[in-house]
């Protein structure tokens, strides 16, 4: 993991048919939709809207996210510790969320054993608009005093609120301080990015030419990480990615936000549309597969290459002149024109 000063506008840079999905590269999580509209209902728990949006934590190290409230319906995504959602509605057992900081992102359902609620004055939520800390190893522990441990995982993102010579300290959910040891987060000698500890600034933040380019590289190296990592429909960890999860984890790897599906991140309001001559490692690619409109996205690396999650092939490389992804080629976003002018 390592330290990143990103500004905050990147931050708020989100059968037939089925058959075509999983032979040519859809995204599991663009076919979400509101939890309040599912035609699947699965569960005969009684809905409890809300009066005001409430915001909870991920307190589990992983916490699925379901069309319904019920194990049984569509997986859509998946959270982990430390993840903030809005909380919009809810059942005995369930509540139904919108994940990420865009008004209309994916929404489903998380149980309540895997949140913790937040007042609106949590210290929680108020340190992490500042500075975080993001875990780069696979697997890591937190640790609380005096005994207690909080197994994390890679992409795991926690408000960052002190340092020691072998210790990050860390805003847990509850409210608790937690230990981190540097190793985790810390650079190691075997891999190559990002470069810096990812503890990243949420403050705006004058980034130079030379930082672009060393964070297009940084993408690049970090989509390559996962080459040959299975597809997993609704993914967005090292388990497993579908094509939106594996833009959005590798991106969030290093400091960017963006939304969880394809759709979202080729919204106007998310970087700038570039034309495909116009190119550079770590832009983002879009498709249109198995619905109108960009359904699949991959990751630029140069030589008209693109690394992108295929239900068929897992994370690999394909070919932008490939005749199947030449035909159904909508266009291209970049994110950094807008960390340039910041």
């Known amino acids: 993991m390592g330290l990143r000063s990103i500004p905050l506008q990147t931050r708020r840079i989100g059968l037939l048919i089925i058959c075509v999905l999983f032979l040519m590269g859809?995204?599991?999580?663009?076919?979400?939709?509101?939890?309040?509209?599912?035609?699947?209902?699965?569960?005969?728990?009684?809905?409890?809207?809300?009066?005001?949006?409430?915001?909870?934590?991920?307190?589990?190290?992983?916490?699925?996210?379901?069309?319904?409230?019920?194990?049984?319906?569509?997986?859509?995504?998946?959270?982990?510790?430390?993840?903030?959602?809005?909380?919009?509605?809810?059942?005995?057992?369930?509540?139904?969320v919108k994940i990420g900081p865009y008004p209309d992102e994916l929404a489903g359902w998380v149980h309540k054993s895997a949140i913790v609620e937040l007042s609106p004055k949590a210290s929680y939520l108020r340190e992490r608009n500042i500075m975080t800390i993001v875990i780069r190893q696979n697997i890591s522990q937190v640790f609380v005093w005096p005994s207690q441990t909080i197994n994390i995982v890679m992409g795991t993102e926690l408000p960052f609120i002190g340092e020691s010579d072998q210790w990050y300290l860390v805003r847990l959910p509850n409210n608790d301080i937690g230990r981190i040891a540097r190793a985790a987060v810390d650079p190691q000698p075997a891999i190559s990015v990002p470069t810096q500890p990812l503890i990243h600034s949420k403050q705006d933040t004058q980034i130079s030419p030379q930082q672009i380019v060393t964070q297009r590289r940084n993408i690049i190296n970090t989509a390559k990480q996962f080459l040959g990592k299975v597809y997993v429909w609704g993914g967005s960890t090292p388990r497993g990615f579908d094509c939106s999860g594996l833009s959005y984890f590798v991106y969030k790897l290093n400091g960017i936000e963006l939304p969880r599906v394809?759709?979202?991140?080729?919204?106007?309001?998310?970087?700038?549309?570039?034309?495909?001559?116009?190119?550079?490692?770590?832009?983002l690619v879009f498709f249109q597969t198995y619905k109108p409109g960009p359904s699949h996205v991959g990751i630029y690396i140069g030589d008209n290459q693109f690394i992108h999650a295929s239900p068929r092939y897992g994370v690999t490389t394909s070919n932008l002149d490939e005749p199947y992804f030449k035909r159904r080629y909508v266009g291209a976003k970049t994110l950094f024109a807008a960390l340039s002018q910041s």
């Open 26 to 96: 859809g995204c599991a999580s663009e076919r979400s939709s509101s939890p309040h509209s599912s035609s699947r209902k699965t569960s005969p728990e009684t809905h409890t809207p809300l009066t005001a949006f409430r915001f909870g934590a991920i307190q589990t190290t992983y916490a699925s996210v379901y069309a319904d409230s019920s194990a049984n319906s569509e997986r859509l995504s998946e959270c982990i510790y430390g993840d903030i959602v809005r909380i919009e509605d809810e059942t005995r057992w369930w509540y139904a």
């Open 262 to 283: 394809s759709w979202l991140q080729f919204r106007d309001d998310i970087g700038t549309k570039i034309k495909k001559t116009h190119l550079s490692h770590g832009d």
